[in-house]
């Protein structure tokens, strides 16, 4: 794999961009990634499970936490996939008009950090043991050495998480949501695939069912230093007019 040095520094990200070449790869493969549609997840953790087993990941010790079902918590250095219970009663109506419910509620799985990571990568999603080492989701990329998928996507019961090349993913995912709208389900969306977006686009996105605000995830993200090179110009240009302002002042004064 050939490389060329990037014009840029590479702390800063350029939105839109993929992430390999813009860190100087000139013939890096095709990005890949995670597309999760949440209208499928049955909340099984199967996911969960296979991640732990293939990682040899430790339990967290299977702790009542009094929320819903999901007892994981959230992710962390021992969870690199979980799957968020987001409780939404539906009701329905009786044959008398009356209502009736609440009769389910709605679960949506979330994908774990790693290389296709989540909007904004917290300190749970990339953790540190107590020894100081830091663990968190790797793609299983011993199994993609070997032309396998994710743990996580294989074992799916219902092929909600999905894996392969990014662009052929959204592909599917315009083509479901796009389904969904023509059976009468209107409130379905991507979140995270689109390339243009605030952030270039997720490594892992997902189709809701509701606002991106009910399962905890900002509604535009934006990467923080998206304008820093525009920034650093203008500020640039402002130290500049300022300089020459005060030589200007400065060599118009006339001894007394």
């Known amino acids: ?3 060329t040095n990037p014009s840029y520094p590479l702390s800063v ?6 992430p390999a070449r813009n860190a100087g790869y000139a013939d890096a493969p095709p990005r890949v990634g995670f597309f999760t549609d949440t209208s499928i997840c049955i909340g099984c953790k199967a996911c ?36 968020a219970f987001i409780e939404q009663p539906t009701h329905v109506e009786g044959v008398d008009g009356a209502v009736e419910g609440p009769s389910s509620s709605r679960r949506t799985s979330a994908t774990a950090a790693g290389i296709a990571c989540p909007p904004a990568p917290t300190a749970s999603s990339i953790s540190v043991k107590e020894d100081g080492r830091v663990f968190k989701c790797t793609l299983c990329y011993d199994r993609l050495d070997v032309g396998e ?62 606002e991106p605000e009910v399962y905890g995830l900002p509604p535009d993200p934006v990467v923080t230093t998206r304008d820093l090179p525009r920034t650093c110009h203008n500020v640039r240009i402002a130290a500049a007019g300022l300089l020459a302002g005060i030589a ?9």
């Open 248 to 256: 200007a002042t400065f060599m118009g004064r006339r001894p007394s």
């Open 48 to 83: 969960e499970v296979a991640c732990k087993e293939w990682n040899e990941v430790p339990d967290d010790g299977l702790e009542w936490t009094g929320n819903s079902f999901d007892n994981t918590r959230g992710l962390g250095a021992n969870t690199w996939r979980h799957v």
């Open 1 to 3: 794999m050939s490389t």
């Open 149 to 210: 998928e994710p743990a996580c996507a294989k074992a799916c019961p219902t092929n909600s998480i999905q894996f392969g090349e990014l662009d052929e993913l959204r592909e599917r995912a315009a083509d479901r949501v796009t389904h969904l709208h023509d059976s009468g389900v209107s409130q379905a969306r991507l979140y995270g695939a689109d390339p243009d977006d605030g952030v270039g686009g997720n490594g892992a996105f997902f189709l809701l069912l509701d």
């Open 13 to 18: 990200v350029h939105v839109g961009a993929d």
